[in-house]
């Protein structure tokens, strides 16, 4: 067997002995807790919620290309640019020092920040942009509760757990929470009165159609429509194949 050139794999770098290694983790994963807490373990568990919702939204971005998520999303990120800039404008320092892990400031909170635009963003979507849902509105409301009080939850206990491991304050989280619901209402009131009018055509464009961007601002419940369609698809389709095996 030929020998294996060592110069086509790639080597760390190597540094002398006076020159001192330095390893920091990527901080927006690392979430410390104190041992042996088991509550403080299901916190930390929960800040991680961000984390999650990001890559919710890449997933319905990707298999649904509506114009709405992209607009949500694209707000979203404006609020952690938001974000950082208010950072570094108060430059208020977090509790407690975790040596180099975690030097950037703490005021306001991103977690609380992120937490509260998305759900103040759900809430208005929920209660204006989706109704009638089958004429039952009992069984509307319900629908729209059971969406909404999660979410509440969820955010009021990332907001929590950001206390409680002592990565801030009540006034960073609190002041985080502010500014997440002020900008989720400014921004929804954007999407809603000015945006929304130009999707239409945004959707006609040619590059639109090629990444197969869609609008769907004039169906009343994006969600029970497509239920009701697909449903309505499976069946004539299951029909069809029984048709074809009887023939």
Known sequence: MAAIDDNTFIHP????????LEWVPLSITLVEYPQGDLLGKLLAITSLMPLGIISGFIALILFRRDLHTISFFLGTTINEVLNLILKHTFCEARPIQRNAL?????????????????????????????????????LENVWKTAITIPCIFLASLVMISRVYLQYHTWKQVLSGALVGFLFGSLWFALTYLIFTPLFP?????????????????????VLWFEYTHSRQEARARSRKLVSMKSQ
């Open 13 to 20: 770098p190597k540094f002398s002995s006076e020159e001192r």
């Open 102 to 138: 975690y030097t950037e400031y703490g005021m306001p909170s991103s977690h609380s920040q992120f937490m509260w635009f998305f759900t103040t963003y759900v809430v208005y979507f929920v209660f204006i942009r989706l109704h009638h849902m089958n004429n039952n509105t009992l």
């Open 201 to 221: 055509l945004i959707a006609s464009w040619r590059i639109s159609e090629f990444l197969l961007l869609r609008d769907t601002t004039l169906i009343p419940n």
